[in-house]
Nanobody
Framework: QVQLVESGGGLVQAGGSLSLSCAAS????????AGWFRQAPGKERAFVAAITSSGSTTKYADSVQGRFTISRDRATNTVFLQMNSLKPEDTALYYC??????????????????WGQGTQVTVSS
């Protein structure tokens, strides 16, 4: 089992920045893929960003491309999401996801095996 714990959410004004962290424990996912998803009230969970086990490949949703950056520290089994130029439409509950023993990523939430509890990001206008 892998446990994921997100942190770093909060309230920020439009145009501001936040950095989210996802710490993994248990059977670590150092050789797996990691991703961030978000869910706004009344909407389905949506893909935000993902990163391969090596960190060499990343993928982003069009809506965050150029504003968000996903990265990982394999030594500490932590995945980060740096969010810049935040917009009110970025307001959502952000979830970290992971899947072990793979060398690719997916935008499909059902592909991931492990999920955190989420951290709230609120962007005021």
């Amino acid at each position: 089992q892998v446990q994921l714990v997100e942190s770093g959410g909060g309230l920020v004004q439009a145009g501001g920045s936040l950095s989210l962290s996802c710490a993994a424990s248990g059977r670590t996912f150092s050789m797996g893929a990691a991703g961030w998803f978000r869910q706004a009230p009344g909407k389905e969970r949506a893909f935000v960003a993902a990163i391969t086990s090596s960190g060499s490949t990343t993928k982003y949703a069009d809506s965050v491309q150029g504003r968000f950056t996903i990265s990982r520290d394999r030594a500490t089994n932590t995945v980060f999401l740096q969010m810049n130029s935040l917009k009110p439409e970025d307001t959502a509950l952000y979830y970290c996801a992971a899947r072990r023993d793979v060398y690719t990523v997916s935008v499909n939430s059902e592909w991931y095996d492990y999920w955190g509890q989420g951290t709230q990001v609120t962007v005021s206008s």
